[in-house]
């Protein structure tokens, strides 16, 4: 009867100590969260100086109103010419990320969605200076949730931008 007490209180011991430990660890995560200045690396990501978002390179693949941005090196549904190939300093790759590639009035993506080709994103505002950061950037929602970072918001219309013809290649 002792000895299955002490492996009790011994298991009783252990879950506590790992409880605080993980206390620990969140608030080390909220401290970060809550205090973070311009310039850590966190703030990098979602960071651009340019009003038209052309210089955008963050983690949001979700359009204002909602839809789910396609692969820049996907053809479908929409066929386009906005390729990293075509446009190899634009930030293009292999990802669904917002992006500005062709100096548009402001960040967009194309739709997966079949009657919707492409649609703005919201990025939220450019900055007047961001940390120039070798630090390799982790997305805060990434960090977080284990999950891509994404926004909503209202939607624009796509032919808002002088740019809307060209993009119906």
């Known amino acids: 009867m002792v000895k299955d007490e002490k492996s009790t209180n011994v298991l009783v011991i252990s879950i506590c100590v790992a409880n605080i430990g993980l206390a620990i660890a969140l608030l080390v995560l909220v401290f970060v969260l809550a205090f973070r200045g311009d310039g850590h690396p966190f703030d990098t990501a ?42 190899p300093n634009a930030g293009l790759g292999e990802h669904n990320y917002c992006r500005n590639p062709d100096r548009d009035v402001a960040v967009w993506c194309y739709t997966t969605k079949r009657d919707m080709r492409l649609e703005y994103c919201d990025v939220g505002l450019p900055r ?15 960090m977080h949730t284990g999950t891509e970072a994404t926004t909503q918001g209202t939607s624009l219309n796509k032919t808002a931008s002088p740019m809307s013809e060209i993009k119906k290649e």
């Open 46 to 87: 979602e960071c651009y100086e340019k009003a038209d978002g052309s210089d955008y390179r963050g983690f949001i693949n979700i359009t204002k109103s909602g839809l789910t941005c396609a692969a820049w090196t996907v053809q479908t549904p929409h066929y386009h010419s906005r390729t990293p190939k075509n446009f």
């Open 128 to 142: 007047k200076t961001c940390s120039k950061s070798t630090t390799p950037v982790i997305s805060l929602v990434e």
